[in-house]
C-alpha cells in the first residue's frame, strides 16, 4: 500500500524536479526558487528557498554525501549550493550560455555534469569548480543524464529521442534511437547485476519518452564487445507521455510520472504494476525515491509535491487487473475500484464510482444503461470508452497467457514470422533483422558473436503458434 502522508506546497509555479538526499527533500520550480525540508517533519530549512536564479529551475540534486546541492535554470547557468546553511559556493556558466535542463553529481562528487538546450555538455570539476571536459550531442536538446553506480560512465538523452553512453573522460561510446518522439528522463539502478556465467557486468536503465513508453535496457561491459544497450522490455501503463522515471535504491521498483496526471510504481523484476497513484491534477513533472527510507516524491505542474510512504510488502489492486482471476476482481472494494480506474486513465469518475458506491461486482455488472441512467453519464463517447475497458478487464480475467516460447525475444510480443538464428533461438523476423541492421552482430539471447547472419523460417513453431491461436478463438 503506498499512502499519501504530506503535500507540498509552497511552490508559486511548476514543479520542475526534486531530489533525496539521506536527511533532506530538494524541490525546484519555474518560480526560479529551490526549496529544501527535513525528512523529519517535511518543515522548510531555514535558508530555504534558496534563490539567485533569474528564470524558473529546471532540475535539482545532491551530491552523494549529501553536502552539496546543484541546480540549473533557463538563465544557462548551474548554481552550487552548501546544503548546510544554504551558501552559493559557485555559479557555473554554461558557454554557450543556453538553458540548463539537466545536472548530475557523479558518484564520487568529484564530478558535475550540466546538459544544455542546444545539446551541449559540460562536465564540471568539482575541486577546481571549472570547466573538465565539453561536447555535444549529434543532435536535439539534452534533457536526461544518468550516472552508473561506479561512476565510470554516464548516459544523457535528447529530445531527438538519442541515449548516448559517455566514458569519464567524455567520449561517445554507443548512441541509440531510443524513443521516436524524444527521450524525457533516464534513470540507472545503484545496484548492478552479474552474469555468472559469461562474467559480464550489467547495469539496468530505464528511459521514459514522448512516445508513452517506459523502456528498460541493460548496459552491458565486456572486454571483446566493448560497451553495448541492450533492450530489455517496454513498460505499460501511460497513456500519455511519460515525463520522469526513477528506480528505487535496492533496484527492485522503478516510478514514473506522465502527462496523463498519473504516478505508477513499477516491479523491476517483473515488469508488474504494484502502485497507480492518481492524486495530481496536473502533469507529473518529477519522481524520486528516497535513499534509505519507504518514501517516495512526487510533482507536477499543479504546485505541489506529495511525500508518499509505501509498504513493499502490499501490491495495490491495480496489480490484480493483470495477475488475478474474475472471482478477485468480483471482490474489488470500492479504494480497488479507483485505483483501477486511475490506471486506465479514467480517473475523473473516481468521485462518481465512490459515491454509487461501485465496487468489482458492480464493475463488471455495468452496461450502458447503467452508465446513462444510473450514474448519469451523459456522454456517448465516455459511455463507450468505460465500458471497452471494462470488456478489456473482463477478457483479461478469463484470458489464458502466451506461452513464452512462442513469444519474440526482443519485442516480447506474439511471433508471426518466426526464425531461426545462428545461436539456436527463434526470433520475431523483423525484429532480429532490426537488431542485426543497427550492427550488432552479438545474440540478443547469449551477447556472444553471431557466427552467421542468415535466418532461418521456423515453420513448426509458425504452425504451433497458429493451431494456440485457433484453440483461443473458440
Request: with cysteine; net charge negative.
Amino acid at each position: 500500500m503506498a499512502t499519501l502522508v504530506h503535500t507540498l506546497a509552497d511552490h508559486t509555479d511548476d514543479v520542475n524536479y526534486c531530489a533525496f538526499s539521506s536527511s533532506c527533500l530538494a524541490t525546484c520550480s519555474l518560480d526560479k526558487t529551490i526549496r529544501v525540508y527535513s525528512l523529519n517533519n517535511f518543515t522548510e530549512l531555514p535558508y530555504s528557498p534558496l534563490k539567485g536564479h533569474t528564470y524558473g529551475v529546471h532540475c535539482c540534486c545532491f551530491s552523494p554525501s549529501g553536502r552539496v546541492l546543484a541546480s540549473c535554470s533557463t538563465d544557462g547557468t548551474t548554481m552550487v549550493w552548501d546544503a548546510g546553511d544554504g551558501r552559493v559556493l559557485a555559479v557555473l556558466a554554461q558557454p554557450s550560455g543556453s538553458p540548463v535542463r539537466v545536472c548530475r553529481f557523479s558518484p564520487d562528487s568529484t564530478h558535475l555534469v550540466s546538459g544544455a538546450a542546444d545539446g551541449s555538455l559540460v562536465l564540471w570539476n568539482m575541486q577546481s569548480l571549472k570547466l573538465y571536459r565539453s561536447g555535444n550531442v549529434k543532435d536535439g536538446s539534452l534533457v536526461a543524464c544518468a550516472f552508473s553506480p561506479n561512476g565510470n560512465f554516464f548516459v544523457t538523452g535528447s529530445s531527438c529521442g538519442d541515449l548516448t553512453i559517455w566514458d569519464d573522460k567524455m567520449r561517445c561510446l554507443c548512441n541509440e534511437k531510443a524513443h521516436d518522439l524524444g527521450v524525457t528522463c533516464c534513470d540507472i539502478s545503484s545496484q548492478p547485476i552479474s552474469d555468472g556465467e559469461h562474467g559480464f557486468r550489467y547495469f539496468q536503465m530505464a528511459s521514459c519518452g514522448q512516445d508513452n513508453q517506459i523502456k528498460l535496457w541493460l548496459i552491458l561491459f565486456a572486454d571483446f564487445l566493448g560497451v553495448e544497450l541492450k533492450y530489455k522490455c517496454t513498460l505499460n501503463g501511460h497513456s500519455a507521455p511519460v515525463l520522469a522515471c526513477a528506480f528505487s535504491y535496492d533496484g527492485q521498483m522503478l516510478v514514473s510520472g506522465s502527462v496523463d496526471k498519473c504516478v505508477i510504481i513499477y516491479e523491476t523484476t517483473t515488469g508488474n504494476t504494484l502502485h497507480t497513484l492518481c492524486q495530481h491534477t496536473r502533469y507529473v513533472t518529477t519522481c524520486a525515491f528516497a535513499p534509505y527510507s519507504p518514501l517516495l516524491a512526487t510533482g507536477s505542474m499543479d504546485k505541489t509535491v506529495n511525500i508518499w510512504h509505501f509498504d513493499l510488502k502490499q501490491p495495490c489492486a491495480a496489480n490484480a487487473v493483470e495477475n488475478e482471476s474474475k472471482v478477485a476482481v468480483e471482490d474489488w472494494s470500492e479504494d480497488d475500484v479507483s485505483a483501477w480506474l486511475c490506471a486506465q486513465d479514467l480517473a475523473d469518475f473516481v468521485g462518481l464510482f465512490k459515491r454509487n458506491n461501485i465496487d468489482g461486482k458492480e464493475l463488471l455488472n455495468l452496461t450502458k444503461e447503467s452508465l446513462a441512467n444510473e450514474l448519469k453519464i451523459e456522454s456517448l463517447g465516455l459511455r463507450s470508452k468505460v465500458l471497452q475497458k471494462i470488456e478489456e478487464l473482463r477478457m483479461k480475467m478469463v484470458s489464458v497467457p502466451v506461452p513464452d516460447e512462442f513469444l519474440c525475444p526482443i519485442t516480447r510480443e506474439l511471433m508471426k514470422d518466426p526464425v531461426i538464428a545462428a545461436d539456436g533461438y527463434s526470433y520475431e523476423k523483423d525484429a532480429i533483422e532490426n537488431w542485426i541492421s543497427n550492427k550488432r552482430r552479438s545474440s540478443p539471447m547469449t551477447n556472444l558473436p553471431l557466427p552467421s547472419l542468415v535466418l532461418t523460417p521456423n515453420r513448426t513453431l509458425k504452425m504451433a503458434i497458429s493451431r494456440w491461436l485457433e484453440t483461443q478463438q473458440k
